[in-house]
Nanobody, 114 residues
Framework: VQLQASGGGLVQPGGSPRLSCAAS????????TSWYRQAPGKQRELVAT???????NYATSVKERYTISRDNAKNTVSLQMNSLKTEDTAVYYC?????????WGQGTLVTVSS
């Protein structure tokens, strides 16, 4: 199983980057897909989840600003981030999970700074 995340980088406050994560070696459609993030000195936290049935859930801190989506034909999960704040700076990880088994991507750094 491989998860390859992309789309991070330096973003100005208020910016709208899009993260993507491509999965291979897995039956993608049967897994819930999530994005987590870990800010410097903090624990990893769940940002957003989209289930195999396309139900979504968001952390309160990103609700109304982030949108998670998945493309089962391309085995990808994306995170559209809008109105970024400096406190959104973190390494963002994609995760596929089912039945207690989780697979993690390598993480992509998003730095929000002017």
């Amino acid at each position: 199983v491989q998860l390859q995340a992309s789309g991070g980088g330096l973003v100005q406050p208020g910016g709208s980057p899009r993260l993507s994560c491509a999965a291979s070696g897995i039956i993608f459609t049967t897994y819930a897909t999530s994005w987590y993030r870990q800010a410097p000195g903090k624990q990893r936290e769940l940002v957003a989840t989209i289930t195999s049935g396309r139900l979504t859930n968001y952390a309160t801190s990103v609700k109304e600003r982030y949108t998670i989506s998945r493309d089962n034909a391309k085995n990808t999960v994306s995170l559209q981030m809008n109105s970024l704040k400096t406190e959104d700076t973190a390494v963002y990880y994609c995760c596929l999970g089912k039945g207690g088994m989780n697979y993690w991507g390598q993480g992509t750094l998003v730095t929000v700074s002017s």
